[in-house]
Structures are given as C-alpha cells and as structure tokens.
C-alpha cells in the first residue's frame, strides 16, 4: 500500500484549483482513498487566482496530472479553456471535475451526479417522479440538470427574482429543449405554489442559502404541515449538517431527510472514478473524514 511518504518519480499528481483553496477537504478526501487502495497518487490544493486559470490548466497538461477539481471562481471560466466537455458539463453550463486523457483535459459536473446517487444509494429511484426545487444556483443547476438527464419527469423549480432569476430561466429552457422533463420556474415567494408543487412532488430539495450561516433560523417550509413521512427532503447545505428544514422535516416524520454531505461524498465519488475508473468507498469516507456514520438522517421517532 502506498503511503504518502513514498512518494517517488512515478507519483501522479491531482489537486484543486480554487481562489481560496486552503479550506477544502478534498485532499484529506483523496488522499485517504489513494493510501486506502495503493494508488501511487496524490492530491493537494492550489490557490489560483482568475488571472493564473489559463496557466495552472497547462500546467495539468505539462505536468502529466491524473486531473483535478476546480471550485469558485473557475467553475463557469474554465469552459472556454478546456478541451472536451461532458454531455452534463454542457447544459449545467459549469465544470468541477477535470480528466486529464494524455494532454487531452476533458470537463465534467458531478454535483447532480452526486445528488442522485445518494439517493440511488439508498435505494431511491426518481426516473418518472417529479422533483420539487428551490434554488437556480451551481447545486440547483447541475440537480435540475442530472434530474432531467437521469429521467426525472418533471420539475418544479422555486428561484428568488435576483440576479440568479435569468439562470433559473435559462435552466427550464435547456431541460425543456434539450431533456424528455418538463421544468416550470416559480417565484420563491409564491407560497401557494411552493406548497401545492411539494404536496405533488415524491421529493422536495433546497439549493438554497437558507440554513446555512448567517441564515441559520431561515426555511423555506414554514412548518411541518407542508410535509408528509413518505416525502423526499434534502438540503444541500452540510453546515450546519441539521438545519431548519431538516428539523422542520424531522417533526413531520419525514422517514428520508439528507443534508448536503451525501451530495458532497459522491460527487468526490464520481470524481474519483473518472480519474482512476474505481469505486470510492463513500461510507468510510463518511466515517473517517466527515464524522457520520450514515447517509440519510434517520428519522427514528417513525422507524
């Protein structure tokens, strides 16, 4: 097994290009499961600014990388500066992965891949349901986008008239031309509607900020009366790893609530795979790195 101390001349490197870069976990991620399965890999983190991009993803090439990941602010600005793009990474409009194929560097969006297999993980199928979605953001778009790729049938998706409303526009144009769904965008505030589309909805999912730092007290669903235990609720947000909604959904004997941790974990899964074509064991992960021991926030008061 190799160990980071052995690193020699047939290291293979990845990492992150991100501005800023030094809060990531993907190293600790990564580099636990290259020591876990013998890969003679490593991956570290490069804070690389707007200006540097076009350089840093040369060096990739040049330097023979196994690939990478890229966060804020190079997500959308890397598109025009990479060699291939995934099917996926096309309509999302956004790539966080990078397979370097021999100097070839070929972008792909594992948020929504990430997203469904979560859920596929625990045994949930949404080909034919209809997902009910707050938020047009990166994680709104790339779920709404993997949705309607993987089959979802339908999508009501919930954005707030601001500067992301033109994004949630163009979302239901691309999964309406361009997938077998049919996507319909509502103004976040229309109370009615948000709560009629989850009531008809198998799964409700916030893309939200609400929840997380400095909206800790702020839901979308007001009350557990919007909610039923046979529904789907997952929040994208990891920290808090509970927030209002998921208490809100606790209280409703939601039997499936998620935070965003799962989403996290198998998208660096699917990664993982494009890389090296193996299979990251996302529950030691989960244990080792982010401290949980199971996917879905069991709601144990209905078990």
Known sequence: MAQKDEIDGHTVLAGLLAHPAGHSLSPAMYNAMFEALGLNDVYLSFDVDVPELGHALQSMRSLHFLGGNLSMPHKQRALPLLDKLSPAAKLVGAVNTIVNDHGVLIGHITDGTGFMQALTNDGIDLRGDKLTLAGAGGAGTAIAIQAALDGVREIAIFNRRDASWQNAQRNVAVINDQTSAHAQLFALDNHAALKAAIADAAIYVDATAAGMKPLEDVSNIPDPTW???????????????????????????????????????????????????????????????FGESEAPLKNTATA
């Open 227 to 289: 909610l039923n235990p046979e529904k789907i609720v997952f929040d994208t947000v990891y920290v808090p790893r509970e927030t209002k909604l998921l208490r809100i959904a606790k209280k409703a004997g939601v039997k499936h609530v998620y935070n965003g941790i799962s989403m996290l974990i198998n998208q660096g899964a699917a990664a993982f795979n494009l890389w090296t074509g193996l299979q990251m064991p996302v529950e030691t992960i989960r244990e080792t790195i």
